[in-house]
């Protein structure tokens, strides 16, 4: 059973940046959704199994960043430049399926950490 482990949310301005870790159990293809009050979950970032793969949601592109450390088989989601919009639950997901490829839907993921909020004051 896959684990995952997120931690690095919290309060912070307008402008201001965090960053996400999602430690895992293992290595995995790795995604990053988030899910405001009232909203569906919608798809942030996703990193392929061996790092060289990336893609964005168009909203954050040029402002996040993932990347991962397949040491320490952590996912990270650098988050700059955060705006009021960006306020949200965030969820690191894992996919077991085998290739390389980055995959930007939730069916596309079989394991989910149990998110971390990002609050964003204006």
């Known amino acids: 059973q896959v684990q995952l482990v997120e931690s690095g949310g919290g309060l912070v301005q307008a402008g201001g940046s965090l960053r996400l870790s999602c430690a895992a159990s293992?290595?995995?293809?790795m995604g990053w959704f988030r899910q405001a009050p009232g909203k569906e979950r919608e798809f942030v970032a996703a990193v392929s199994w061996s790092g060289g793969s990336t893609v964005y949601e168009d909203s954050v592109k040029g402002r996040f960043t993932i990347s991962r450390d397949n040491a320490k088989n952590t996912v990270y989601l650098q988050m700059n430049s955060l705006k009021p919009g960006d306020t949200a639950v965030y969820y690191c997901?894992?996919?077991?399926?085998?290739?390389?490829?980055?995959?930007?839907?939730?069916?596309?993921?079989?394991?989910w950490g149990q998110g971390t909020q990002v609050t964003v004051s204006s």
């Open positions: 997901a894992a996919s077991t399926r085998r290739g390389g490829d980055t995959r930007s839907r939730a069916v596309q993921y079989d394991s």
């Open positions: 293992g290595r995995y293809a």
